[in-house]
């Protein structure tokens, strides 16, 4: 009756061949492919070095102009505005500022990399409800699966670094963008449409002029949610050597010093109201012609 | 005979997944309510011919659920049909391919919405500029050709607003403008007016009525109301569950309704009002009355007869003698006819 109390497993030494042989299989497709897919990403490393760079070379009070012009220009308000030049003075003045631009340089290029890569997914999603049936679990696992299982692989690939943490960022980040661009195109009113393919739009003509602008809302959200999920996996990130403000957030856990941790830890979410803020304000903007009507 | 700009033939539209091999059972008699329940399909249009003229309206009506919205749409092929044929200028609409279509529907057809479905997103101006935009055109050969048709409808001064800023009428206003700029030959209108409230949608037949004495387009026009088919309408195709029940002028239909459907149908219409002596009068009578145009209605006819103490009319066309009307047949014409009156509703 052992049959029914004990699980019938697989014998300890096959699954112990098993597991070695997909482990000995991985190990020799890195050797092999590992460098050609390093090169792959040399452009996006080189892109993000010379951005951080950029950052850390530029004086600290441009950037500080710069934060409050780009707050403003997003949000149209002045109190934004200012509350984020003030985040960005008293971050300088805590000695958190190189940190925090290289953490804002990985964020935004690691937003853009999601925003580029994922709404030409979410557009092409919402063409064939196939296409969605094979992307919706995909995007499932890429927000399930616990965050260090798919870092191993990558890490084993392409070792610690500022790419490994860009592409764990991108992995956990992207979802969102796709997700509500398919959401959104797919939510356009159908009436609406039709009277596009009525004038004779074709599919291209009738997405960038009706559907992609009725969906921006949508689109913007899954933007902001992109941005907000790559803030939160910054200090994850710092596991495999990407520097910035999760760093001293990694050391504080290891060492107890609360008030490094509360620091950065503040001056992460800083950023993360400032980005989500001006991003939203702007969204709403975009949607200047629901005002003063009365069926809006 | 004019002209025939549109020839619908023997056009079938089924929903559902085996749609192509529904159409046998269809032929063979099977009804609406059988197909569905025994084979899940549902029959929208039944061997649908209709034959419409140039440059005249041609009103489509129906109860809803009739098909008529379906049928519209087949016109531009905004719905792709089962089986059938339809000829624009001769030219097979349901066979065109992919570039062909888009280009009928850029250059010859164009089409108002029940509900509008107006660019929310776009100003007045860019909505009416919108088919030109399709059609290549750029901005500034687009924007006066579109002012021209806003101005037209009485929009001019809301070329900045935005659909939402503007009432259900003035909406409407724009989606007519929008299909006007286009410069296309035939104006598809589903159900144009209907979601207007009656005062602003007598209004807007006026404008549609007025713009047609100009334009001469071939216009086909779906309604679910009798009052506008017969204002607006120079022929009138009654639908029932996908089927053409009744096709002619709107005094034919009036007088000679083909099925109690259409008797129910044409019951509560204002009968001296609408009916045209022409229709009545007995080409071989005689009549020591006045005479009158043929497109006089029974009402004023009526009110000069009693005026000039006479006991009939002479009708006029064209300047010619066409026969004549005496009182009794007037009075006849306009008496409710005979039957028990159902209810529209029972034939749902």
Redesign the interface.
Known sequence: MSFFTKFPAMGRTDLRDFKKGIDGKFKEFSREWGEGIEAFFDPLYYFLNWFEKLLNATPWPIIILIVGALAYLGSRSWKLSVGAMVSFLLIGYLGMWKNTMSTVALISVSTLLCIVLGIPLGIWMSRSDRVQKIITPILDIMQTIPIFVYLLPVVMLLGIGKIPGLIAVCVYAMPPIIRLTNLGLRLV?K??L?????????YR?RLF??QF??ALPNIFAGVNQTIMMALAMVVIASMIGVKGLGMPVLQSIQNQYLALGLMNGLAIVALAIIFDRVSQQYGKRL?????????? | MPDLKIQIKNLYKIFGRNDKKMISHVESGMSKAELLETHGHVLALKDVNIDVPAKGVQVIMGLSGSGKSTLIRHI?R?IEPTSGEMLVDGNDVLSMSDSD???????QA??V?Q?F??????TILENGM??L???GEKDNQAKPKTQKWLDRVGLSGFENH????LSGGMQQRVGLARALS?DADIL?MDEAFSALDPLIRTDMQDVLLDLQKELHKTVIFITHDLDEALRIGDNITILRDGEVIQQGNPQEIILNPADEYVSDFIQDINRPRVLQIGSIADPKGKSEGPSMDAETVVEDALQKIILSKANGINVVKDGKNIGAASLEQLIHAIARPTGEKKGIESYR
């Open positions: 009113n009436d609406v039709e009277a596009a393919d009525s004038f004779g739009a074709n003509q002029s009706v602008p009725l949607q200047r012609h629901r005002e003063g009507g009365h069926d809006a | 531009n905004l279509l888009e280009h009928f529907r850029r250059f164009s089409m919405f509900n479905a107006l660019f929310p997103h776009k919108y088919g935009k399709i059609q935005y659909p939402a800023q286009t598809l």
